[in-house]
């Protein structure tokens, strides 16, 4: 059964069929490995990333996913019900797992500059353009682009919120800025210029306008 293992793709399965012994080395070993759980889930997420990165959401099938992966399109049917399903789970893949390092300079402002800007680098790689493809070609379905968006704020707001406790802690901000909400202003203005505008990369000086103009103004008059 191939529900919690399986092989790599052309591996056979009976006695007497070539394939590689213990022990063995080469090609015979290769296709002989056996991958469970969590190395199989990898592997089906990665080729979707893969399958998403080239063809696009529109395009990707579970089929191609399956190739790619050295399985059968059963084994993820599996573990995800649909193409939707296993395309977000494979977007959430690529997000940072271990909490990142959190910026301390003293300063807010040069905090939320350094902040954004590593926003803005994942936004302009080949994880925000999967992103801002997905949000497009979920557009008909509002829960799965909430969920998204839901999963994003989780993973987004911890660094923020940090930031902002420092700057209390300084007389920078009052406490009444220590809200997600608040914290992630800057981060969801970010996105919209990618999602209005088109944008592959958004340039230095509109980071500083968002943090000038909007985000420093709207943390400092919350007392």
Do not use: H
């Not at 990898?42 to 990165?53: K, R, V, Y």
């Not at 909400?181 to 000086?205: C, F, H, K, Q, W």
């Amino acid at each position: 059964m191939e529900g919690n293992a399986e092989t790599g793709p052309g591996t056979p399965g009976a006695a007497g069929s070539g394939a590689a012994g213990p022990g063995a080395t080469g090609p015979g070993a290769a296709r002989a490995t056996r991958r469970r759980g969590a190395a199989l889930e990898q592997a089906i997420l990665e080729a979707a990333i893969e399958e998403l990165a080239e063809v696009g959401y529109q395009n990707l099938t579970m089929d191609g996913v399956a190739a790619r992966a050295g399985t059968s399109k059963n084994v993820i049917y599996r573990r995800w019900p649909g193409r939707a399903a296993l395309c977000v789970a494979a977007y959430l893949k690529m997000l940072p797992t271990a909490p990142e390092d959190v910026p301390d300079t003293g300063d807010l402002r040069s905090d939320a500059l350094l902040l954004l800007r590593r926003v803005g680098d994942r936004m302009s790689s080949r994880v925000g353009s999967i992103l801002r493809a997905l949000l497009a070609d979920f557009e008909d379905d509002p829960e799965r682009v909430q969920e998204i968006r839901q999963q994003i704020g989780r993973a987004g707001a911890g660094p923020w919120l940090t930031v902002l406790a420092r700057a209390a802690a300084r007389g920078e901000v009052g406490p009444a800025a220590l809200t997600p909400r608040v914290a992630t202003v800057a981060v969801d203005l970010l996105r919209s210029e990618y999602a209005l505008n088109g944008l592959a990369a958004v340039p230095e000086r509109t980071l500083v306008e968002i943090v000038d103009q909007v985000y420093l103004p709207l943390v400092r008059a919350l007392g």
